[in-house]
């Protein structure tokens, strides 16, 4: 079992960053593929980024260039840093683990955070 706690949201202007954590526990962290998540009212939760067990990365065409996703083993940690931010990635970010799995998106989550609220304003 894991348990994931996001946190870092909260309101920036349109060009700024901002720098989201999400918390594992347990203590196979590094054996989890990691992914972020998005969903805006009214729209179905999307991908934005993962990094698997590997360290490799994926993004979804509307964030990359924006956003890079990292991982911390040691510190049980996967951090999404922002920048550019715009009206449109307002959104609650949910952070996600899957087990030894693939980071494409489309790729099943086993475990999920509760979310963290991320608003841009123009």
């Known amino acids: 079992q894991v348990q994931l706690v996001e946190s870092g949201g909260g309101l920036v202007q349109a060009g700024g960053s901002l720098r989201l954590s999400c918390e594992a526990s347990?203590?196979?962290?590094?054996?989890?593929?990691m992914g972020w998540f998005r969903q805006a009212p009214g729209k179905e939760r999307e991908f934005a980024a993962a990094?698997?067990?590997?360290?490799?990365?994926y993004y979804a065409d509307s964030v990359k260039g924006r956003f890079t996703i990292s991982r911390d083993n040691a510190k049980n940690m996967v951090i999404l840093q922002m920048n550019s931010l715009k009206p449109e990635d307002t959104a609650v970010y949910y952070c996600?683990?899957?087990?030894?799995?693939?980071?494409?998106?489309?790729?099943?989550?086993?475990?999920w955070g509760q979310g963290t609220q991320v608003t841009v304003s123009s």
């Open positions: 996600a683990a899957n087990y030894l799995g693939g980071g494409r998106p489309g790729q099943k989550y086993d475990y």
């Open positions: 990094i698997t067990w590997g360290r490799s990365t």
């Open positions: 347990g203590r196979t962290f590094s054996s989890y593929t």
